[in-house]
């Protein structure tokens, strides 16, 4: 027999390499480093060992958080503001940031984040770096302090709280002595900068090298980390709609003093979250929180928005250099847009709407974020209000009972504990959960050890023993932090969950089953162009699944729609709906009731019925892209201007001279490049002779593309409109419209 011999260096290699594609030598840590020589295999062992920091682990145990923008948007109702606005457009009379934590807390919500600095640069805390900001209002005649009313009642109701502070400032952008991109040179500098009479009681001290910007943006955070209780996250905004001058951060400064201060607390934007990648609540199938990085993460300062698919695959991993743990932040708002505006004409989302976004984003490995406007009033508006302790009722009615608490099977998957746990080491990974009844369920929650074990699982299902043999009754991909998976309600004593592929060995901590009594669906209203309007159960516009919660098979259970076209809300004794109605105008209102129970309102204002309208003129169109296609009632089709097309306008003949009040755009689902931002309104009374009546502007379209209303100053009497686009988001050059409506007095 011949003998091979390895030399001692090289054997010891290979046995290292042995080992790390095993697993077994590899410790678990946040960010773990690709080395050049790393097989695929060895790669995937290290993924299956990045885990979460202890912070980053308590941000996902909060789960369901609240935003919370407010400042002079809320009284100019833009989404955006320019930095030039008076501070004294910001009339507050009152405040009750007792009713926003009740609220929030009805809701089931652990953590607020406050935007106490949004990009127009006005503050809601009284800063010694700064008037521009709630010290130059009338509010409590100056003396006002919304982040330290809003810490008190935080720690009076329990929940923790968050700073959102933006980095981008208009206001020092557009002021004469502002500090933003003004060129000053980096020089060493103490933070905090000390104002006479106004002493810290923190006397911690930073030495940084820093503009005059930076500097700025530290003694800032140096103050709402200081002197309003314990701050859980620092929220960094991407966005930025000016700059100037080169300005640069100093994030490793800022960094350093948040670690520092804020010991606790993770900062978003930035290594510990990271963007979902849209506004809209749209979630993935498949969130990993393993994620690659071209560079160390840990000393990086700048993070690009994610916005792929797909980020935690296998192939994913591949093409990092590092690998680490960073988890999603899902983030929408409750109204369109992220500021109030008014209560009648500003949409609130639904109970339904906002539960099925908890679920998939909670239950989709992620943190579910939801903005929460308050009024010019200092309140959340009623209907908010009442969303919210509808949505915290429905979360408590379907999560606050585990059915399967006295079932039989390993303990430290039942013991709902995440510091206990099953390695499943064996080559059929499964666990079997028998109840001692049957019991009904639609919903079943897994968790994994991901604080020792990191994410593993990549393929699973749900079975049932149904018929005598089992049966496939739910399936997914990861499961993370939590996975909830939603399917048709069964009725078994014996439940199985099999893990079909994973990285290394997974570690399940927690296995439940729950029931959700299903409700009666949202709807959804859509008209044509004759007018005749159709009502039925609602389609996501992001085309996530219902689960099994078969809408339309409701309604042929004793599900009947009742509508309204006087404004006032439906109920068992309006109007039944049977089929298409004939509607000319006005604001329709719906709802499904079942068995008594009543679903959510669903509410649209339609304006004038296009079937008379014609196309004047159009400065130009692409392909299939015709001019018609902007008023054919069909959101799916979209009028597209010509790239070299300068003028962009449109010119419609209603027919019939009306008494107009506002106009309707809608920007295409499936086109985001050409997005109308600003533009002028024109009226003829030939259709060849124009007079402007009208300019508007669209703010934050390019993350919230959402229909958007410009009331005009004045009622306008035409039958000859056009509109032309002055501005297109991102500075691009096509103009697209899905859908043009005008609203009629």
Same mark, same amino acid.
């Given at each position: 027999?011949k ?78 503001? *320019? ?22 807390k ?74 933003y ?28 090298? !820093? ?19 314990? !701050? ?116 609130v ?25 308050p ?11 009442? !969303? ?31 510091? /206990? ?5 064996k ?23 991901i ?20 049966q ?25 969950l ?35 309007? /159709?009502?039925?159960?609602k ?48 604001e ?41 296609k ?16 300068? *003028? ?8 019939n ?5 506002a ?10 490049d ?25 703010? *934050?379209?390019? *993350? ?29 050059k ?12």
């Amino acid at each position: 027999m011949k003998k091979i011999f390895i030399a001692a260096p090289l054997m010891a290699m290979f046995c290292l390499n042995a080992r790390a594609q095993s697993g077994e030598s590899i410790k678990p840590k946040n960010t773990i480093e690709i080395s050049a020589g790393d097989t695929k295999a060895t790669i995937i062992a290290k993924a299956a060992h990045v885990v979460p920091t202890a912070n980053q682990l308590s941000a996902l145990k909060n789960e369901f958080i609240a935003f919370i923008h407010f400042g002079p948007n809320t009284f100019t109702r833009m989404e955006w503001g *320019n930095g030039k606005e008076d501070p004294k457009i910001f009339d507050l009379k009152q405040l009750d940031t007792e009713q926003w934590c009740q609220a929030m807390k009805a809701a089931g919500m652990k953590m607020v984040i406050l935007t106490v600095k949004h990009h127009d640069g006005f503050v809601l805390w009284q800063s010694r770096y700064t008037t521009h900001g709630i010290m130059s209002t009338g509010f409590q005649k100056g003396q006002g302090d919304i982040l330290k009313d809003l810490s008190a009642s935080c720690k009076k109701h329990g929940l923790k709280l968050g700073i959102y502070l933006s980095p981008a400032d208009l206001f020092q952008i557009e002021s004469p002595t502002g500090l933003y991109g003004n060129l000053s040179k980096v020089t060493k500098r103490t933070i905090p900068r000390q104002v006479s009479g106004r002493p810290f009681a923190n006397k911690t001290k930073f030495e940084f090298e !820093v503009d005059d910007y930076n500097e700025y943006f530290l003694n800032q955070l140096f103050e709402v980390l200081t002197e309003y209780g314990q !701050v859980d996250e620092v929220w960094f905004d991407g966005a930025h709609p000016k700059t100037k001058g080169g300005q640069t951060y100093n994030y490793a400064a800022w960094k350093k003093l948040i670690h520092t201060l804020a010991p606790k607390a993770v900062i978003f934007g930035k290594e510990d979250i990271r963007w979902c990648g849209n506004e809209a609540g749209a979630t993935r199938d498949t969130e990993w929180n393993v994620i690659p990085y071209t560079e160390n993460p840990n000393t990086a300062s700048n993070f690009p928005d994610m916005t792929n698919e797909s980020l935690g695959s296998r192939e994913d991993l591949y093409k990092g250099k590092y690998l680490h743990y960073q988890q999603a932040e899902t983030n929408t708002s409750i109204r369109e847009g992220w500021f109030y505006r008014d209560d009648e004409k500003q949409k609130v989302r639904s109970t339904d709407d906002v539960f099925d976004i908890y679920e998939r984003a909670v239950g989709g490995n992620s943190t579910f974020l939801l903005n929460i406007p308050p009024n010019r009033d200092g309140k959340f508006s009623p209907e908010d209000v009442k !969303v919210l302790n509808e949505v915290g009722k429905r979360i408590n009615e379907t999560y606050g009972k585990n059915l399967f608490a006295n079932a039989k099977g390993p303990k430290q998957v039942l013991d709902n504990s995440m510091g /206990t746990y099953l390695l499943l080491t064996k080559p059929e990974k499964s666990i079997e959960i028998v109840t001692g009844k049957p019991v009904t369920i639609n919903r079943i929650v897994l968790q994994e050890a991901i604080a020792s074990h990191s994410e593993r699982v990549e393929e699973h299902v749900i079975e049932a023993w149904l018929g005598n043999k089992w049966q496939k009754i739910a399936s997914a991909t990861n499961v993370g932090y939590k996975r909830i998976l939603r399917f048709p309600e069964v009725t078994s004593s014996k439940f199985r969950l099999k893990v079909l592929s994973s990285r290394e060995n997974p570690a399940i901590a927690t296995i439940e089953a729950h029931y959700y009594r299903p409700k009666p669906p949202q709807l959804q209203m859509n008209r044509d162009v004759n007018g005749l309007l /159709t009502i039925s159960p609602k389609t996501h516009e992001f085309g996530w699944k219902p689960h099994g919660q078969d809408a339309t098979g409701n309604l042929s259970n004793g599900t009947v729609i009742y509508y309204t076209t006087d404004g006032t809300e439906p109920t068992a004794a309006s109007k039944k709906y049977t089929g298409p109605v004939s509607i000319s105008k006005g604001e329709i209102k719906a709802i499904a009731i079942a068995n008594k129970d009543k679903g959510s309102i669903a509410a649209e204002t339609f304006g004038l019925v296009k079937k008379d309208w014609k196309l004047l003129t159009v400065s130009s169109e692409v392909n299939a892209n015709k001019g018609a296609k902007a008023f054919d009632a069909d959101k799916r089709s979209y009028w597209l201007s010509e790239v070299a097309d300068e *003028n962009r306008q449109i010119a419609i003949d209603l027919g019939n001279t009306y008494h107009l009040t506002a106009f309707v755009y809608t920007p295409p689902k499936n086109f985001l490049d050409g997005m109308m931002e600003k533009g002028i309104v024109q009226v003829s009374n030939d259709g060849k002779n124009w007079q402007t009546v009208d300019n508007f502007e669209f703010g *934050n379209l390019i *993350n919230d593309p959402t229909p958007r209303t410009k009331y005009f100053k004045q009622p306008i009497s035409a039958r000859y409109i056009q509109v032309q686009a002055t501005g297109i988001t991102g500075n691009k050059k096509s103009l697209a419209i899905a859908e043009l409506d005008f609203l009629e007095k």
